[in-house]
């Protein structure tokens, strides 16, 4: 599962997946969670630099989600330094982006 952005994307958010990273070690991820996470965030991130940090730890939450790894939205917002009401406004558009069913809970 790829997500669709240039290569170019990547070099140009070298520091947001940096911090993926640094927030995945916290969480203690495994390698697929990890790479997920780029991906959602490269696929799903925003023009304005203010919302790429919500944006980073949805995708974080919704990588561990997805890859048998669940952690909190609280454990989530800790370790990547936003709300976990951030996550929450966002996590579910991030989750269908992948091509999943949010639930309805």
Do not use: C, H
């Not at 958010?13 to 995945?24: K, R, T």
């Not at 890859?67 to 406004?89: C, K, P, Y």
């Amino acid at each position: 599962m790829g997500g669709v952005y240039r290569a170019r994307d990547a070099v140009e958010n070298e520091e947001w997946i940096a911090a993926i990273e640094e927030a995945s070690e916290r969480l203690e991820l495994g390698t697929e969670a990890r790479s997920r996470a780029v991906d959602l965030f490269l696929t799903n991130a925003p023009e304005s630099a203010r919302s790429k940090r919500a944006v980073l730890a949805a995708s974080v939450y919704v990588s561990a989600l997805t890859t048998g790894e669940q952690r909190s939205q609280n454990a989530v917002a800790d370790a990547t330094g936003v709300s976990r009401l951030a996550i929450q406004n966002r996590w579910k558009d991030i989750l269908e982006s992948a091509g999943f069913d949010a639930p309805e809970w």
